[in-house]
Nanobody
Framework: QVRLVETGGGLVQVGDSLRLSCAASGRTSDIYTMGWFRQIPGKEREFVAASSWSGFSTQYTDSVKGRFTISRDNAKNMLFLQMDTLKPEDTALYFC?????????????????WGQGTQVTVSS
């Protein structure tokens, strides 16, 4: 089992930056891909970004390319999402997820471990 805990969400203004963190514990040696998803009430959970174990391979959804950066610190079992130039449409509950599959996977059904989520609200 792997436990994921997200931190770093909050209320920010348009154009601000925010950094989400995800701490992994448990059988972290089984993890290959780690990613971020987000969800707005009443909508499907949406892929945001994912990183391979090494961090050399990453994927982003088009709407965040150039603004968000995913990174990993495997020595500390941490995953990060640096979010810059935030927009109101980035408002969502953000989830950290881990997959035993690779190369980098983007479908939520490929992820078997999920955190509880951290709320990001971007106010205009």
């Amino acid at each position: 089992q792997v436990r994921l805990v997200e931190t770093g969400g909050g209320l920010v203004q348009v154009g601000d930056s925010l950094r989400l963190s995800c701490a992994a514990s448990g059988r972290t040696s089984d993890i290959y891909t780690m990613g971020w998803f987000r969800q707005i009430p009443g909508k499907e959970r949406e892929f945001v970004a994912a990183s391979s174990w090494s961090g050399f391979s990453t994927q982003y959804t088009d709407s965040v390319k150039g603004r968000f950066t995913i990174s990993r610190d495997n020595a500390k079992n941490m995953l990060f999402l640096q979010m810059d130039t935030l927009k109101p449409e980035d408002t969502a509950l953000y989830f950290c997820a881990a997959s035993e599959s690779g190369p980098v996977v983007t479908a939520q059904w490929d992820y078997i471990y999920w955190g509880q989520g951290t709320q990001v609200t971007v106010s205009s």
